[in-house]
């Protein structure tokens, strides 16, 4: 049997609602089992940056206000100079203010992490975020 560590986590109390909320909807008998799978989640979800050589693929999936002025440019700008890692964009209106762009990405993790710490960065990104999928 595995030995079991207690630690304790402190919450502010609207995140501790939503949580709470949340794995109830889902179904989850204790908030022990639902944080675990949530740190699982996570850890699964960044694993990739330990890889910093290892080639990788994904999806950077970004929201921006293209309202923002200079944005659209810079964006298509860092894209080009990226051009050797980014296989392919996918560009889709949300409404009159955003616009959600997915990047397929392939290359080294380093670099992939380059890119999307430099598209995160901008001012008028309001979301960007990056799944790897490991072969």
């Known amino acids: 049997m595995q030995k079991i560590v207690r630690v304790g ?33 996570y850890l699964s979800d960044k694993k990739w940056l330990k890889k910093e050589k ?25 894209q080009h100079h990226n051009s050797s890692i980014i296989s392919s964009t996918m560009h889709i209106h949300i409404n009159d203010q955003d616009c959600l762009e997915a990047i397929a990405v392939k290359g ?4 992939i992490r380059h890119l999307s710490n430099e598209l995160t960065t901008k001012k008028g990104v309001k979301i960007l975020k990056t799944i790897i999928v490991s072969v």
């Not at 999936?61 to 860092?78: A, N, P, S």
Request: charged share 30%; hydrophobic share 35%; aromatic share 6%.
């Open 9 to 41: 986590v402190t919450f502010p109390p609207e995140l501790l609602k939503e949580f709470d909320e949340i794995i109830n909807k889902i179904g989850y008998n204790n908030r022990s089992k639902a944080i675990q799978d949530a740190v699982r989640l």
């Open 108 to 111: 080294k993790a380093s670099e």
């Open 54 to 78: 290892a080639d990788q693929r994904g999806i950077l999936v970004m929201v921006y206000d293209h309202d923002t002025k200079g944005l659209e440019q810079t964006l298509t700008e860092t």
